[in-house]
């Protein structure tokens, strides 16, 4: 007997109005002026990262958006920063962002980079990284890295599908001493 109730391991059925691949989606790039665009979906990487197991939930509980972007804002003195976000069409609301960043050292970084769950497996993520790896190599980036919280198996996937390798691990004690 087949069950009626939806199987929550299956994805929602994209709805035929919606783009289906990475390429059909809007990407609009930006710079530091489109922080206040950002906010919203960083709120949502804080929560996914809040969400995680691992013993600093609580701590990126309390991050703030000012002060992440104050941190990139700071990071990018001298230097270059890049802000691409996603929508579904011109009109419609972000669904994904990539933040990258090139240091007046010439460090290449991939900040920050968020699907809305509802658009992931769609390539969207790889062609942000795609995007944002290219204009590394452009904006004359000697290195290029990223930082990814240890407990995010997924991305450090990712991460190393696109070429990247571990070099070195941060340990840091926890601010609540958990
Ligand atoms: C991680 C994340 C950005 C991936 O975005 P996505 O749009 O779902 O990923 P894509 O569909 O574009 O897949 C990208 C590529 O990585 C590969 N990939 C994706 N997940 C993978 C995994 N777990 N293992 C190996 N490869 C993987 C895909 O095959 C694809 O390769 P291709 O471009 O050669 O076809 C997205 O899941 C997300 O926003 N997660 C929550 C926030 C997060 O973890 N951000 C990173 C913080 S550093």
């Known amino acids: ?31 530091e002026t489109n922080f206040a665009a950002v906010q919203p979906l960083w709120e949502k990487l804080r929560n996914f990262h809040a969400s995680l197991p691992w013993c600093f939930a609580a701590e ?69 990284l795609r995007r944002a790896l290219a204009w590394l190599d452009s904006a004359g980036a000697i290195s290029k890295s990223v930082s990814v919280a240890h407990a995010n198996k997924e991305a450090i996937a990712l991460y190393e599908h696109f070429g990247f390798r571990p070099r070195s691990m941060i340990l840091q004690q926890p601010l609540d001493g958990t």
Request: a negative charge; charged letters at 25%.
């Open 1 to 31: 007997m087949t069950s009626q109730m939806p199987n929550p391991s299956y994805p929602e059925p994209v709805p035929s109005s919606e783009p289906r691949v990475a390429s059909e989606f809007v990407y609009r790039l930006g710079d």
């Open 60 to 128: 990126v509980r309390r991050s703030s958006f000012e002060s992440r972007k104050q941190e990139l804002l700071a990071k990018s003195v001298g230097g270059k920063l890049r802000i691409e976000l996603v929508s579904t069409s011109p009109e419609a609301a972000d669904i994904a962002y990539c933040i990258s960043s090139v240091s007046a050292a010439r460090a290449g970084e991939v900040d920050s980079l968020f699907i809305d769950e509802r658009f992931r497996g769609r390539g969207i993520g790889g062609e942000l």
